[in-house]
Structures are given as structure tokens and as C-alpha cells.
């Protein structure tokens, strides 16, 4: 089965810097790769994510990239705030297991002030 | 914002008593699944279900029980509750041929 690793478990930076996490993931079938942000005492929330097809997308201070070839797959978050101190999830879906998804596991990002 | 709920969101109970978390959703979904989150944050999929009447088990094993009698509703029960079933529970849910799992807030159980 499909087996997803991320880096780094923890992450500590400085407001205004930027925050990269990376995952890689086992399965070359994997098709599609959910990123979700979880707060304290909240569910995970998909934050962004990107298909097998695509190479890199962007939406305001967050972007993934993903690399086939490599099999692995990046968050990247600029102008960091407070607000974005939480814990991240990368994940892959592979349809030939019934489109379930695997997560990584997780990393905890602290937005220092 | 997704529309899926779970009750309660804190239980504190002993051991050996018998319990149903609950998760419903009103976004018509027929994809519902659970996960267990540790203390360590891993997410682990015990149940899904893909419609009315369909349940399975996930990637960890578990010893509780699921049940989807409507597409709305999708409980999870433990017969006997003993320590080592401490955790957070996650319901989530997808709507048939799209990708993005919705997560509820979750219910954290501690099991004295």
C-alpha cells in the first residue's frame, strides 16, 4: 500500500519568514495530494491541494509543488503570521485503493512573533 | 466551511462502559469514514463507508463497530471502553467523484 513520509516533524520560524514542508510518498499510482492545516481542538481543513497532472499551484501566501518523477510533493508558506502556527498534513489518494487517503505524519508549525 | 458534525466533541467515561460517537453531515456525501488520531498526531483510518449499508474496515484495526443506516449518519460505537482506546476521533466525509475529504471537529475520548 501507499506509504507517506513528511519532514520536518516540527518546525519553528520567525513571522515574515517562509515555511517549507516536504513529503514523499511510495506508490506511483497516487494521483492526488490534499494538504490540511489543524488547529488546536479543531478537525484538519484542506488548505490546498494538487493533482497528479499539475506540477506546482499557488494560492495567495501558499503553494505545493510536485515532483512525479522524485515522488514527493511540498508546502510552501511565505509571509508566515501567528495565525499560522498549527499542525500540517500532506496526504495521497491512490485510486486503486478505493480513492483513501494516507497521510503523513504531521508536522507542528510555530509562527514565532 | 464543511457542513459535518460530531457529538459530543469531550467524553470522560470509565472503563467497560459502552459508548456511540457520533458524526452526521448535510452535504448528501455517501463517502464517510473514521480516524483515529494519537497523541503523536498520526491520522489512521479505521472505518469507511461508501453508501447506505456498506461498511469497512481501515488500515488500523479497532475493536469498534460502525453502523450507516442512512447516508446522513455514521456512529461509531465501542462495546467496552477500556484505556488504550484514548484518543481523538475524526469522522470525514467525500461526496462521489470528487477527492476532497471534509473533516469534522472531532470528539476526544479519554477512557479512565
Known amino acids: 500500500g501507499e506509504n507517506v513520509e513528511q519532514h520536518p516533524s516540527t518546525l519553528s520560524v520567525q513571522e515574515g519568514d517562509s515555511a517549507v514542508i516536504k513529503c514523499t510518498y511510495s506508490?506511483?499510482?497516487?494521483?492526488?495530494f490534499p494538504w490540511y492545516k489543524q488547529e488546536l481542538g479543531k478537525g484538519p481543513q484542506l488548505i490546498i491541494d494538487i493533482r497528479s497532472n499539475v506540477g506546482e499551484k499557488k494560492d495567495q501566501r501558499i503553494a505545493v509543488t510536485l515532483n512525479k518523477t522524485a515522488k514527493h510533493f511540498s508546502l510552501h508558506i511565505t509571509e508566515t503570521q501567528p495565525e499560522d502556527s498549527a499542525v500540517y498534513f500532506c496526504?495521497?489518494?491512490?485510486?486503486?485503493?478505493?480513492?483513501?487517503?494516507?497521510f503523513g505524519g504531521g508536522t507542528r508549525v510555530l509562527v514565532k512573533p | 466551511e464543511a457542513d459535518i458534525y460530531q457529538t459530543p466533541r469531550y467524553l470522560v467515561i470509565g472503563t467497560g462502559k459502552k459508548i456511540t460517537l457520533e458524526c452526521s453531515q448535510t452535504?448528501?456525501?455517501?463517502?464517510m469514514y473514521w480516524y483515529q488520531q494519537d497523541p503523536g498526531m498520526e491520522l489512521h483510518l479505521i472505518h469507511y463507508?461508501?453508501?447506505?449499508?456498506?461498511?469497512e474496515k481501515g488500515d488500523l484495526s479497532s475493536e469498534s463497530t460502525v453502523s450507516r443506516i442512512r447516508t446522513e449518519h455514521f456512529p461509531l460505537t465501542l462495546e467496552s471502553a477500556r484505556p488504550s482506546h484514548t484518543s481523538q476521533y475524526l469522522c470525514?466525509?467525500?461526496?462521489?467523484?470528487?477527492?476532497?475529504?471534509?473533516f469534522g471537529p472531532g470528539t476526544r475520548l479519554t477512557v479512565l
Open positions: 496526504a495521497a489518494m491512490t485510486k486503486a485503493a478505493g480513492n483513501k487517503l494516507t
Open positions: 463507508s461508501y453508501g447506505v449499508n456498506s461498511t
Open positions: 506508490d506511483s499510482a497516487s494521483n492526488y
Open positions: 452535504m448528501g456525501h455517501d463517502k
Open positions: 470525514a466525509s467525500r461526496a462521489g467523484g470528487t477527492d476532497t475529504q471534509y
